[in-house]
C-alpha cells in the first residue's frame, strides 16, 4: 500500500560546471544537511535547476540563506510504496479519483522501494492527500 506525505522541494539554481555538485555536497556534509531526494537538470544558459527534499526543512531553509543559494519552495506530494506491480496504476487510479490534474512527477526504485514526487496545484493538495491515502 503506498504511502503518502506532504513535502517541501528547494529548488535553486547554480552555474553548470565541473564540480559544482562536489563542491555542494562537500558545504552539505559541512552543514551537515541530509536529503531525502536529489536531482538536476541542465539549462541552455550554462546553469543548472536542482532540486531536493531535505530530512528536515528549516535546517536546509537556514542553509540555504546563509549560502546565497536563493532557493524557492515548493509543496509536492512525495508517495513511497513497496516495489509490487500495479502501485503506479493504482496511484494514478487515486489522482483521477479526485479529478486533480498533475503539473509534473518524478519517479525512482531503490532498494525494494518506489517513490513518486507529484506536483499539483497548491489547492488540490490536500484532496489528493486525503485520497492517496485512503
Not at 108 to 131: F, H, I, K, P, R
Amino acid at each position: 500500500m503506498a504511502k503518502a506525505i506532504q513535502c517541501t522541494v528547494f529548488k535553486f539554481i547554480l552555474s553548470d560546471e565541473p564540480g559544482i555538485l562536489l563542491s555542494l555536497a562537500n558545504r552539505l556534509r559541512a552543514a551537515d544537511i541530509s536529503l531525502l531526494s536529489f536531482w538536476a537538470r541542465t539549462n541552455n544558459d550554462n546553469t543548472s535547476t536542482m532540486r531536493c527534499i531535505a530530512e528536515r526543512d528549516s535546517q536546509f531553509r537556514y542553509f540555504s540563506k546563509s549560502a546565497e543559494l536563493g532557493s524557492e519552495e515548493e509543496v509536492v506530494i512525495h508517495v513511497t510504496a513497496n516495489e509490487g506491480g500495479g502501485d503506479f496504476i493504482r496511484v494514478l487510479e487515486k489522482v483521477a479519483g479526485v479529478n486533480v490534474n498533475i503539473e509534473a512527477i518524478e519517479a525512482v526504485s531503490l532498494a525494494g522501494q518506489t517513490g513518486w514526487v507529484l506536483w499539483t496545484n497548491q489547492e488540490q493538495v490536500d484532496s489528493l492527500l486525503g485520497q492517496l491515502n485512503a
